[in-house]
């Protein structure tokens, strides 16, 4: 009987606290510390720590500090182990780079659950208030960072590209060096550092030429002139792509040779799997600089670009 | 090239290659009577594929005829003219091929020549240059029996090197145990149920014993001789060839110490030029200095690449020919194949 009284007590409390205009916060206060009694009334239970209790207890604030402070050293130093000891592995880093973020997730999980394990003391009420409040941090300031976090979750599962790989997301291009809870780390071929927010990784297109391997696909496009000699330019530039020192081929990773005959001249293309990403460049040039050598040995022509435009000076085209 | 070279036939007892020389021998009886049986040997440096070559021209003495090849052939003919003979064994058949452009015409030609023989050819490759070419010319097709050398476990090191060996050896272990040691590498060979196959596995055994006496700092309590088996296992790669040349550089008199099996730090020489030289170098075992300039790329500095490499001790130089020290080969393979400068 006297519970039932203290309930109706505290409720009447509660509305004559909503007209009352001596602060926002102080009615925030009263209102959740009245729906805290409510619930542990209710549930029988004799006492609950308030919300606001904990969440402005000093003690709180610097474990939570600290627990956040030593959760990024130990992913900082894992980090850094992690990727020396992958780098040692070669071509078969990769292996080792996607346990990071998987380690990084965990380890921040890990922390955001001991900082609010003293909230989910709490009653369910509180509780809900709680989250209601932080719905509502979210749908305002926070709706960016949350959406991050979570989209940085679905590359760890479904795994779009790794670190390691080379990938493209929108105008931006380069390895993968790090993927955080809220951002992916590329560098460029200009060894520029791009952070691409993790929502825009998966909510655009991501290309990843290598996806998981230490190899990648090469394109080389060289062009020639119709009156040179096509089987001997294929010749050439196969033996350029399986003599260079950076080529890898295997049954899986065969390399191709492609010719197009465009109006003004010949493109051929060589397609070929590069023994390690990071050379992808250098391998592009080795096969044009030695293919370009051979060519010019072999008699093999570029097309004249005289006359201020793509045309042939001795052939007729075909 | 060289095919004027003293016979001499290995003695029957030794089985360290009893199950190669067995399909190698039945391959050959099922040429001679008809069925067209060429043959690769593939191996790794030293690992015992002149011993098959020559287990071969002794088993069938009379009947065949044998080349050496020493550098890159650029005339096919040397070996389009063989003596009339029933079998050729082709040795080093990885200097048919230049890896640089225009440097697979022999090769092309050599095929073409194995194709439309009815002879039985034999040859014997680099297994670093077999896989290469089984890549890019897929070699594999013009070479029906394949017999790929394994890697030999430490007790069967232990058993070839002992039996070249007669007088006693005093083993000391003077310095640390490497680290590396607790983990011991062993082969198991299952046969599969229903059938005459065999599968074989290398699994990784730790040895807690010695973990335990490391711990206490008593490591070379531990069975003396079979620590330095295991470390020479360890950096040969379980190559025969390659485990006896670092076994009798380091056995002074009579006695083996574990500190005289410590290979060269490959600190310094794992940049770009010097890796790849090191793997045409794995990949052509034995090389004069011509022939490796040869097919170097431009802009690499060969010599000074070699000299470097000598002073490290990782290679020797001797008659303007170029081979990596057998106790830096198993370092260096492991380290190219990491990287996948050899394949």
Excluded at chain 1, 166 to 176: A, L, P, T
Excluded at chain 1, 290 to 301: D, P, V
Excluded at chain 2, 63 to 92: C, G, H, M, Q, W
Aim: charged share 20%.
């Amino acid at each position: 009987m006297s519970n039932a009284t203290t309930v109706i007590t505290n409720l009447t409390n509660t509305s004559s606290l909503i007209p009352d205009n001596v602060g926002i916060v102080t009615n925030a206060t009263n209102i959740v510390k009245n729906l805290t009694n409510i619930s542990a009334l209710s549930s029988g239970i004799t006492e609950t720590p308030h919300l606001i209790d904990v969440i402005f207890n000093p003690f709180w604030i610097i474990q939570s500090l600290f627990i956040l402070i030593f959760a990024y050293i130990v992913v900082w130093l894992l980090d850094l182990a992690l990727k020396i000891l992958s780098e040692q592995l070669g071509t078969k880093r990769h292996i080792l780079a996607m346990v990071i973020p998987v380690m990084k997730i965990f380890l921040y999980i890990g922390a955001i659950y001991l900082i609010i394990t003293p909230l989910l003391h709490l009653g369910l009420t509180e509780f809900a208030v709680f989250s209601g409040i932080m719905g509502a941090g979210l749908g305002l300031g926070l709706k960016d960072l949350f959406a991050d976090i979570v989209a940085g979750f679905i590359i760890i599962i479904e795994k779009p590209y790794q670190i390691g790989d080379k990938i493209q997301v929108g105008n931006d291009y380069g390895e993968v060096v790090d993927i955080g809870l809220v951002q992916t780390i590329i560098i460029t071929p200009g060894d520029s550092r791009v952070s691409i927010p993790n929502y825009a990784a998966i909510s655009n297109s991501v290309s990843s030429a290598n996806a998981g391997s230490a190899e990648m696909m090469v394109i080389t496009d060289l062009y020639i002139s119709y009156d040179s000699d096509i089987s001997e330019a294929i010749r050439l530039l196969s033996e350029a792509v399986i003599t260079s020192r950076y080529v890898y081929v295997s049954d899986t990773r065969p390399y191709t040779i492609l010719v197009e005959n465009l109006p003004l001249f010949r493109k051929i293309t060589a397609k070929a799997y590069v023994n390690d990403l990071r050379h992808e460049f250098i391998f592009k040039t080795d096969i044009t600089k030695r293919a370009w050598e051979a060519y010019q040995i072999a008699g093999i022509k570029a097309p004249d670009i005289s006359a201020g435009g793509y045309c042939l000076s001795s052939s007729p085209l075909i | 090239m060289e095919d004027d070279h003293p016979l001499s036939c290995p003695p029957p007892t030794n089985d360290l290659w009893s199950n190669e020389i067995d399909i190698l021998m039945k391959a050959i009886d099922e040429g001679l009577s008809g069925k067209s049986r060429h043959i690769a040997i593939i191996s790794e440096y030293l690992a015992g594929k002149e011993d098959l070559a020559t287990k071969i021209e002794c088993g069938y003495s009379g009947r065949t005829a044998r080349i050496r090849l020493e550098s890159f052939v650029d005339d096919i003919s040397v070996l389009s003219n063989l003596p009339e003979k029933d079998i050729y064994i082709i040795e080093n058949c990885h200097f048919l091929a230049q890896r640089k452009i225009n440097g697979f015409h022999i090769f092309r030609q050599f095929i073409d020549l194995v194709s439309q023989n009815n002879q039985i050819w034999v040859t014997t490759w680099n297994i670093h240059s077999w896989r290469y070419l089984s890549a890019v010319q897929g070699i594999g097709s013009s070479f029906p029996v394949q017999i790929i050398i394994p890697q030999k476990n430490y007790e069967k090191l232990r058993e070839f090197i002992l039996s070249q060996h007669t007088s006693s050896v005093f083993y000391v272990i003077d310095t640390p145990v490497p680290r590396r040691l607790i983990m011991v590498r062993k082969n198991l060979i299952y046969e599969i149920p229903f059938s005459h196959d065999t599968y074989s596995m290398m699994i990784y055994s730790i040895r807690f014993r010695l973990i335990w006496a490391i711990l206490r700092g008593k490591s070379h309590e531990i069975e003396p001789d079979e620590l330095i088996f295991q470390r020479l296992a360890q950096i040969s790669n379980g190559n025969p060839g390659i485990a006896l040349h670092i076994w009798e550089k380091s056995l002074d008199a009579w006695e083996i110490r574990m500190s005289a099996m410590s290979p060269p730090s490959l600190n310094g020489v794992m940049d770009p030029d010097t890796v790849y030289v090191l793997s045409l170098l794995l990949s052509l075992e034995t090389v004069s200095i011509q022939d490796l300039d040869s097919v170097i790329p431009e802009g690499i500095y060969l010599t000074m690449i070699l000299s470097h490499l000598e002073a490290k001790k990782i290679i020797h130089i001797k008659n303007n020919r170029v081979s990596i020290e057998p106790i830096a080969f198993a370092g260096i393979t492991n380290e190219l194949k990491k990287i996948r400068m050899v394949w």
